[in-house]
Nanobody, 129 residues
Framework: QVQLVESGGDLVQPGGSLRLSCAAS????????IGWFRRAPGKEREGVSC????????YYADSVKGRFTISRDNAKNMVYLQMNSLKPEDTAVYYC??????????????????????WGQGTQVTVSS
């Protein structure tokens, strides 16, 4: 059974940085597209970023372009989301998700993750002064 565990969420001031990690177990990440999604209070879940199998393609929601960077280390079975210049509107629970059959696309920002089959439990990111 695919297992994903997120970590790295914290309280940070506006303009600050965080790096989220997603650790995979019981499966090899190489063959999976990995997405980061978030759900803010009172809002629907939304896609933030996606990285293709082998890391050849990376996509970002317009709201995070230029601030967030997704990466993967298949040797360590890890995926990361580096978040810089954080804003209060980035406050949300962040989830990583994996799927062997879906593909990352440029419209990740309008993807609610329904096509991703495996999910972590989420990590809270709060951006506030």
């Amino acid at each position: 059974q695919v297992q994903l565990v997120e970590s790295g969420g914290d309280l940070v001031q506006p303009g600050g940085s965080l790096r989220l990690s997603c650790a995979a177990s019981k499966f090899t990440l190489d063959y999976y597209a990995i997405g980061w999604f978030r759900r803010a209070p009172g809002k629907e879940r939304e896609g933030v970023s996606c990285i293709s199998r082998w890391g050849g393609s990376r996509y970002y929601a317009d709201s995070v372009k230029g601030r967030f960077t997704i990466s993967r280390d298949n040797a360590k079975n890890m995926v990361y989301l580096q978040m810089n210049s954080l804003k209060p509107e980035d406050t949300a629970v962040y989830y990583c998700a994996a799927d062997r059959w879906t593909s990352c696309t440029s419209n990740i920002g309008s993807n609610d993750g329904a096509d991703f089959g495996s999910w972590g439990q989420g990590t809270q990111v709060t951006v506030s002064s």
